[in-house]
């Protein structure tokens, strides 16, 4: 595989390089809205994924019938006199974790967009009175002939990068999540050698022929997020990742002052709050010395990290994690027969 360019070289303590524009169709799609779970589902409609891992990605605007800029701001809106139903859609799974959350939203959009028609969720796969896994989403797309059933499997993931860790710097072992027993490369391999497959077994087969008999399968992967470079140093991107996807910072709670001093004055900042981690919020939040007196306040009650957007007065933005001191405390190894790109 040829290799990936390398990003510009970067001043060691200049972290502006991720302060970014949002992206003008969904800096258009989010005007119109205030409702935060409709601003969730339009971040999912452009949010690229996060890894390549040889199968489709997530459902292109052309797949569900909602290319058309006009169109699709008008069946998002059309969506806000519904929000009692996704309500109550989303505490059948009597949850409140991120994932569960992002579940809901792409279930609720497949069942809702023009070209396509949501099959079954979350169905059970049993060997005789064994449970054996679970297929996260089954549709298909309107008038596609021969018929084809979808099999996607989701995850929504926040990691960080570290600067030293298991492999070289382009693996994705290196980029864990803040509890620090996940990684890009656990991630990858649980996805593509457990979860995929697992559509394709007996047990699978036999769910998918009572929905759609004789249907072929086609299959994807649905993983948006954002990796996360430690904040005075911008890392390689690991083989598996998107070069495109969605990227910020990370920090721990002592390099706060240092930070703040490396960014523009005008610097504002939000905290995100579970489950809403996935569009940006309306508004830009307090300055930078209201945010360090709060992080005071939280390290010095519980050592869970924050997760915030850091706001320009241009509009330029992005996410960030900080971390308590003494983060990360283990590392997780790296499956054996991890996915790789090379």
């Not at 390398?6 to 949002?22: F, I, K, Q, S």
């Not at 859609?89 to 396509?116: F, N």
């Not at 969605?246 to 390099?255: D, K």
């Not at 996410?319 to 190894?333: E, H, N, Q």
Request: aromatic share 8%.
């Amino acid at each position: 595989m040829p290799s990936r360019a390398e990003p510009a070289p970067v001043a060691p303590t200049d972290p502006t390089w991720a302060l970014r524009p949002c992206a003008p169709a969904l800096r258009e799609d989010l005007a119109c809205l205030s409702a935060p779970w409709l601003r969730d589902i339009a971040w999912l409609l452009h949010a690229p994924d996060m890894a390549r891992l040889g199968v489709a990605g997530r459902p292109t605007l052309d797949e569900l019938g909602l290319a058309d800029d006009a169109f699709r701001r008008r069946w998002l809106a059309s969506l806000a006199p519904r929000r009692q139903a996704f309500l109550q859609h989303l505490d059948q799974r009597r949850s409140q974790r991120l994932g569960i959350y992002h579940e809901a939203l792409w279930q609720w959009i497949l069942g809702e967009a023009p070209r396509s028609a949501l099959l079954g969720h979350n169905l059970t796969l049993r060997e005789g009175k064994r449970i054996t896994g679970e297929l996260d989403l089954l549709y298909r797309y309107r008038g596609v002939e021969p018929a084809t059933i979808e099999h996607a499997e989701l995850a929504i993931k926040f990691f960080l990068g570290l600067e030293q860790g298991p492999g070289d710097r382009h693996a994705a072992a290196r980029w864990i999540g803040t509890g620090s027993f996940d990684s890009l490369a656990i991630k990858c391999h649980r996805l593509a050698q457990r979860q995929l497959p697992a559509a394709r077994d007996e047990p699978g087969q036999a769910v998918r022929e009572t929905l759609t008999p004789g249907a072929a399968l086609h299959q994807r992967i649905i993983m948006p997020g954002f990796l996360y470079h430690p904040w005075h140093q911008r890392l390689a991107l690991p083989d598996l990742a998107n070069p495109d996807v969605y990227q910020g910072l990370w920090c721990h709670h002592r390099a706060w002052p240092a930070l703040c001093a490396a960014l523009p004055t005008a610097t504002r900042g939000q905290v995100l709050r579970k489950p809403h981690w996935l569009a940006p919020p309306r508004g830009a939040g307090p300055p930078m010395v209201a945010l360090g007196e709060l992080l005071e306040r939280h390290f010095a009650a519980t050592p869970s990290p924050l997760h915030l957007r850091l706001t320009l007065p241009d509009g330029r933005g992005c996410r960030l994690f900080v971390v308590t001191d003494g983060w990360p405390p283990a590392l997780p190894l790296p499956p054996l027969d991890a996915p790789s790109a090379r």
